[in-house]
């Protein structure tokens, strides 16, 4: 279940950045074989907070995932897993029952691909205020980044969430957010439009999709993103109008992300992202036509690791740093799993125009 051992170059950075959220097992039938056709599943595991930080570990960045686990040995897979992508899972704390899961089936042509939870009563949903140390975890780190999935799962995860950004904002860190609205995680008497924007208050970056952005912040209505080729012409006046919303109800947020995807058809999918900057800079990325999708899981996920990885090494390119998060998301397309097991050097190579497919030697 856990991934071999790899290489990683030196770190280039002192300051770390920790990911807080849950790590799920996902299981998976074989190729594009329904739940209903197979007798075999393959284990892994991820989840958006976890994926994040296996990604900037890959990119050379100092990365430490924070969790609650179970005492036993799927949890322990699970730690030898993150270790073995060289992220720091020092200060995942133990307790609960288990661990949760999704049963995940690959979308082809036009069938959906489907998505199954079972991740009631998880060690992470029953976590509780007080059971981490937040000056301890973040010693050392610059940036804290989190989701708007565990807030989702249970009123005790959306309290540790709420706790652990007030104390990385005391400690003046940057706090970033990926969105990640899932209406089938809400069940416990609440909406994100009643939890999400007190927590969203304390951000400095945002990243979600504009649906998100409407369900997480309120008051702002999609535009929509609907291109047939990577050259068609979209209404940019009408997305950075509603960016120039988005900000006017987060008053912290320096800068916000927003994922364009359209779905043509199970394989093939068109990939871009807006930037909107507190001084209403506004930069449109480069659009991707991604015409194999091998597994989208995780692909907003490597995205947010990229623009991490971009605003800490481009620091006076916003450009830059938005065209290497859309290619991070554009590569993970074409990996299984959850995780986004490409280099920064792989990342800037296709920024660069090697997209090609054909060997390096």
């Not at 699970?78 to 270790?83: A, E, G, S, W």
């Not at 000056?135 to 009123?155: M, N, R, T, Y």
């Not at 912040?217 to 209404?235: M, N, Q, T």
């Not at 927003?258 to 779905?263: E, I, K, S």
Request: hydrophobic share 40%; aromatic share 10%; glycine share 8%.
């Amino acid at each position: 279940m856990h991934g071999k051992h790899v290489s990683y170059k030196k770190k280039i950075m002192n300051n770390k950045v920790v990911t807080f959220g849950e790590i799920l097992l996902r299981l998976t039938p074989p190729g594009y074989m329904k739940f209903s056709q197979s007798n075999t599943l393959c284990a892994t595991f991820g989840g958006s907070e976890t994926n994040v930080a296996v990604s900037l570990a890959h990119f050379g960045l100092d990365s430490k995932f924070v969790t609650r686990l179970p005492q036993n040995d799927i949890a322990q897979a699970c730690v030898m897993d993150l270790r073995s992508h060289g992220v720091d899972a020092n200060d995942i704390i133990y307790g609960g029952d288990r661990l949760g899961l999704y049963y995940f089936e690959n979308t082809a042509s036009a069938r959906v691909a489907k998505v199954v939870y079972d991740r009631a009563n998880s060690a992470f949903s029953t976590i509780e205020k007080g059971m981490i140390d937040w000056d301890k975890v973040f010693e050392g780190a610059d940036w804290f980044h989190w989701s708007g999935i565990g807030p989702s799962l249970s009123q005790s995860a959306a309290d540790v969430t709420l706790e652990a950004i007030m104390a990385a904002e005391a400690k003046g860190m940057t706090i970033s957010c990926d969105l990640n609205y899932r209406k089938n995680l809400w069940k416990y008497g609440k909406d994100a439009s009643e939890v999400m924007p007190e927590l969203v208050k304390h951000c400095d970056v945002l990243f979600g999709t504009e649906g998100e952005y409407q369900k997480s912040v309120g008051g702002v209505e999609p535009v929509g993103y609907s291109v047939r080729s990577v050259d068609e012409k979209i209404d940019l006046k009408a997305h950075e109008e509603f960016c120039r919303r988005v900000m006017e109800r987060t008053p912290k947020c320096k800068k916000m992300f927003v994922a364009l995807r359209n779905v043509l058809n199970a394989n093939i999918h068109i990939l871009t992202e807006l930037l909107y900057t507190r001084d209403e800079q506004f930069y449109a990325g480069k659009a991707y036509m991604i015409d194999h999708v091998v597994d989208c899981v995780g692909c907003g996920d490597a995205m947010c690791a990229g623009l991490i990885y971009g605003l800490k090494n481009f620091t006076n390119d916003n450009r830059k740093a938005l065209e290497f998060s859309i290619a991070a998301g554009t590569l993970k397309n074409t990996i299984v799993g959850d995780y986004n097991l490409v280099n920064a050097d792989e990342v800037k190579a296709l920024m660069e125009g090697n997209g090609s497919g054909r060997i390096s030697r």
